[in-house]
């Protein structure tokens, strides 16, 4: 999935802390797709640019959509 390629891709930059979280937000039938990411934090940051430098034991937090564990299709 999209969110842990970037986790893997955070990893193999040499951080550490990489925390994913499902936001079981979905519903079927809505335009967000599983697994699309809402917000990337670093140290809680959520404002920075693509050349930004962080230490490698950041706390990193993705939050992306999905659906519920107990969602049922219809």
Same mark, same amino acid.
Do not use: C, M, W
């Given at each position: 999935?999209?969110?842990?390629?970037?986790?893997?891709?955070?990893?193999?930059?040499?951080? #550490?802390?990489?925390?994913?979280?499902?936001?079981?937000?979905?519903?079927?039938?809505?335009?967000?797709?599983?697994?699309?990411?809402?917000?990337? #934090?670093?140290?809680?940051?959520?404002?920075?640019?693509?050349?930004?430098?962080?230490?490698?034991?950041?706390?990193?937090?993705?939050?992306?959509? #999905?659906?519920?564990?107990?969602?049922?299709?219809?």
């Amino acid at each position: 999935s999209f969110p842990t390629r970037r986790s893997s891709d955070l990893e193999e930059a040499g951080f #550490s802390k990489i925390e994913l979280i499902a936001l079981d937000d979905l519903k079927f039938g809505l335009f967000d797709k599983e697994g699309e990411v809402e917000e990337v #934090s670093i140290n809680g940051d959520t404002s920075f640019k693509k050349k930004s430098v962080f230490p490698k034991k950041a706390a990193v937090r993705i939050q992306y959509h #999905s659906f519920p564990e107990n969602a049922e299709e219809k």
